[in-house]
């Protein structure tokens, strides 16, 4: 047996070593022994971005939590419209048209609309709340929405920011949000 | 020596409202700063693929780059978005998302065992799993099941001048500067992103959704 063969034969022994070791330690990964059981209960939730924050008092923010959506208007539509009366003391209308009490019972059932059929985006000036993109200027709307009065034009400084996007591109393939800085 | 402590408190917990508000932020004490703290939450229709929608939450807002690297998903914690599709303001449908070992597993849209603030895993749903990206590392995903998941470090999708809106709401401005300055700008979440056909969901045109967390018992 020359030195060739010997490498050989100790490089086959080798394979048939990690061969052997790896397909025993895969066997755990092919049926993987995950623990999905037990009970959970509910911690936070959220539905349009911002409302919780701006229209909930601070000693009810835990209990709006804890409310089912088909609980939520019959809860807290009374105090989001208060807390818009107390935000813009001269609200009339706003540019969907709606009163102080039609736009808060909106408001009031915390969940995102989303279409299935159009343009999904939380405003652009055609389509309304039929879903939230992520360069949607979600915070523009809401002020707008608040402050803009029945044609947008109220509150001048008021009724945006003036950050109309990410500090980071969005990418069109997934899953679409920038990496991290 | 009372009035410069008091000052101080003062000064504290308004540096705490600022740390602990984004869109959805300041929300719920009793979780802020936690893994259940859902900072934001997005649907929309898949850039990719029309037959699709996208559901993704940001959990543990305002994480600093250097805070990032060692962030990680709380394994207590049940992410889910929940469906409406017949304007009941009820879940027909939900899409539940765990953290196991490093592992993200997705699983749904399926019918919930129970709607309402108590879940149980419906393990048996079509299901996809996916290593948990690490920071600093391309995204790793998958797709099973024609579901699509990540899950990792995000750059914060979330933009506003939320100083200059505090500053409103205490007296202190009277209105927004221009240009304002983002408060997230630079700063991370921990994303979890799941891809699903819009057949899966229910024949309705418009749906009413949103997220959860919800810790184990």
């Known amino acids: 047996m020359n030195l060739k063969n010997i490498f050989f034969f100790a490089s086959l022994l080798i394979s048939v070593f990690f061969l052997t070791s790896c397909s025993d330690q895969e066997d755990p990964v ?4 995950v623990d999905f ?67 808060t019972s909106v408001l009031a059932s915390d969940v995102l609309n989303v279409s299935t059929q159009g343009k999904t985006t939380f405003f652009d000036g055609t389509n309304v709340l039929t879903g939230r993109a992520l360069a949607d200027d979600v915070i523009d709307v809401e002020l707008l929405l608040i402050f803009g009065g029945p044609d ?30 | 020596m009372k009035k410069i402590a008091g000052i101080t408190t003062g000064l504290i917990l308004a540096g705490l409202a600022l740390f602990f508000m984004s869109a959805d932020h300041i929300d719920a004490p009793s979780v802020a700063g936690s893994g259940a ?14 037959n699709n929608l996208v559901f993704t939450a ?21 992410l889910e978005f929940k469906i409406d599709n017949d304007q009941d303001l009820i879940e027909d449908m939900v899409i ?8 993200v597993y997705a699983f749904g849209p399926t019918t919930p065992n129970q709607t309402g603030g108590a879940s149980t895993i419906n393990s048996d749903a079509p299901s996809v799993s996916a290593d948990v990206t690490p ?18 470090p995000r750059d914060d ?32 979440v921990m994303s979890i992103v799941i891809e699903v056909p819009k057949s899966s969901l229910g024949n309705a045109a418009m749906l009413n959704t949103w997220a959860t967390t919800k810790v184990r018992l």
Do not use: C, H
């Open chain 1, 30 to 33: 092919v049926t993987p022994n």
């Open chain 1, 37 to 103: 059981s037990g009970s959970y209960a509910l911690s936070d939730q959220m539905g349009r971005p911002a409302i919780n924050t701006v229209f909930v008092s601070d000693d009810r923010k835990d209990q709006f939590n804890e409310t089912e959506p088909s609980d939520m208007a019959a809860g807290f539509s009374a105090a989001f419209e208060s807390r818009l009366l107390a935000l813009n003391p001269n609200y009339t209308t706003n540019a969907l048209g709606l009163d102080a009490t039609t736009f």
């Open chain 1, 152 to 181: 947008g034009s109220s509150n001048s400084g008021l009724t945006s920011d003036n950050v109309d996007a990410n500090d980071k591109p969005f990418s069109t393939t997934f899953p679409y949000l920038a990496s991290p800085w």
């Open chain 2, 37 to 50: 703290d859902i900072t934001d939450y997005y649907a929309f229709e898949s850039p990719r693929n029309s």
């Open chain 2, 58 to 78: 940001s959990l543990q807002g305002l994480l600093s780059p250097a805070a990032t690297g060692s962030a990680t998903f709380d394994e207590s914690v049940l």
């Open chain 2, 96 to 103: 539940q998302a765990v953290v196991r070992d490093g592992k």
């Open chain 2, 135 to 152: 920071y600093g590392s391309t995204a790793i995903i998958n797709t099973a099941n024609g579901i699509s998941v990540f899950a990792g």
């Open chain 2, 157 to 188: 999708p979330f933009f506003f001048d939320l100083g200059a809106y505090q500053a409103i709401l205490g007296g202190m401005a009277s209105g927004f500067n221009d240009p304002g300055v983002d408060t997230f700008a630079g700063t991370n």
